[in-house]
């Protein structure tokens, strides 16, 4: 069992508001002690002992909106395009990617083909695939005509959506996903600015077909997330029981307050990575400024400021992750959802943080096992070259990270021989 000792610190634990000078002892897969100031923990401890050279030390972080599968698509009908074999690749290469920027565990938002989530995370999960430990979904379940639906009347096609109209086919769908071994159930509740026949503030599945699916869910074991824009869709999540409600853009003060009674039992996901990137960066790829006007797209991020703000000032648990693998958001720019909670909802670094961290641990349900630092907690770790309070884009790509430890294991990326030799650690075997 390999234990290291990292000295010579800044850890900040995913519990306070402010990092401090510490060590941090690893044993097997659990972190051991965490000492604040130098010379505290016995270096005999461990076979390893690390200079972390003043680095900063954190929780490895959670994408709490995870779409491993989304390998680059333009358009939502171009994943249903890609043939398995590739896609299945493809999914692997984004798991090891997200890996290697820091990212040790993800819950999946729903994967663009039935069993794609689920074969990488038992790869990730029986050591033969480096990834984050991972929570898999099923295709987002959708209704004719919803976000997800590509079909046209004179041509079938398929993207991300599984369709299934009626209490009966939405219980089937469930089921059909549950029997596959999916451990999230997703479902598009509300339309999107991205799709021309369901906006986002039409509310495409009825309260009726919500309930249904979420008792099948339940009734297995699993997580519930949903797409959910539209502020009457916000409402119907809460009614319905869901665990995870994604987007609410447009929630009204009735929504604002149904999420506020139930923010021990649920968590929010802005996803404001896909938004923002449309509004200031779509020119990349093609989209203009005009195109993203006529899409309403600046009226969205208005909605969207303000509902973060209020979401801040009551408490409601939120989590990063922004529908990261569109070529307007390409996979490995996760991290930048960070600074967005503070640029854009007023979030102090520490609560942003947090909800790269400790509140996706949360989620991923290891409460106070994962994404924090802290005796007994699962030692999934990070050693940064840079503060991110002062600065969150230091977790943004590889170059940063000095360190990146999942489950007590030290993950070596294929990058690191490139690395500056300033970022080298110092490791040394105490004497016995």
Request: contains cysteine.
């Amino acid at each position: 069992m390999s234990a290291y000792l990292f000295r010579n610190v800044i850890v900040w634990d995913g519990i306070r508001d402010v990092p401090f000078d510490g060590e941090v002892l690893v044993e097997g897969n659990r972190i051991a002690a965490v000492a604040e100031g130098q010379g505290k923990i016995e270096p005999a401890r461990a076979a390893h002992v690390v200079d972390g050279g003043g680095r900063f030390m954190m929780p490895g972080m959670i994408d709490g909106h995870c779409h491993l599968s989304f390998v680059g698509p333009a358009r939502n009908q171009d994943l249903g395009e890609i043939p398995p074999e590739e896609h299945l690749l493809g999914t692997c290469r984004n798991a090891t990617l997200l890996l290697e920027h820091g990212f040790t565990s993800c819950f999946s938002a729903a994967s663009a083909k039935l069993r794609l989530d689920v074969v990488v995370r038992q790869e990730i999960a029986d050591g033969f695939l480096a990834g984050p430990r991972y929570r898999a979904a099923g295709p987002e379940i959708t209704v004719t005509g919803g976000l997800g639906d590509e079909r046209k009347q004179h041509i079938h096609a398929e993207s991300f959506g599984l369709v299934a109209d009626g209490e009966d086919e939405i219980r089937k769908a469930v089921r059909l996903c549950c029997r596959e071994g999916v451990d999230n159930i997703k479902f598009c509740v509300s339309g999107d600015e991205f799709v021309s026949h369901a906006r986002a503030e039409v509310v495409s599945m009825t309260e009726a077909e919500l309930r249904a699916g979420v008792e099948i869910a339940h009734d297995w074991g699993k997580l519930v997330a949903c797409h959910s824009r539209a502020a009457e869709s916000v409402k119907r999540a809460v009614r319905a029981g869901v665990d995870c409600i994604y987007h609410c853009d447009f929630a009204d003060e009735e929504a604002l307050d149904m999420l506020e009674s139930v923010k021990d039992r649920v968590f929010v996901g802005p996803a404001v990575g896909l938004l923002h990137n449309a509004l200031y960066e779509g020119e990349r790829v093609g989209l203009s400024r005009e195109a993203a006007e006529r899409m309403q797209l600046p009226r969205k991020m208005e909605h969207t400021v303000a509902t973060y703000k209020e979401m801040r000032r009551r408490g409601i648990r939120v989590v990063i992750g922004g529908d990261y693998g569109f070529t307007l958001t390409p996979m490995g720019q996760n991290a930048r959802d960070i600074g967005h909670l503070i640029n854009l909802f007023g979030y102090t670094p520490a609560e942003a943080l947090r909800s790269a961290t400790a509140v996706g641990g949360e989620l991923m349900g290891y409460g106070g096992e994962l994404g924090v630092l802290r005796a007994g907690a699962l030692a999934d770790i990070l050693l940064v070259d840079g503060n991110p309070f002062n600065d969150p884009s230091v977790l943004v790509g590889t170059e940063r990270l000095s360190m990146i430890m999942k489950d007590g294991i030290v993950h070596a990326p294929s990058r690191s021989s490139s690395r500056p030799s300033s970022s080298a650690l110092l490791f040394s075997v105490p004497d016995r």
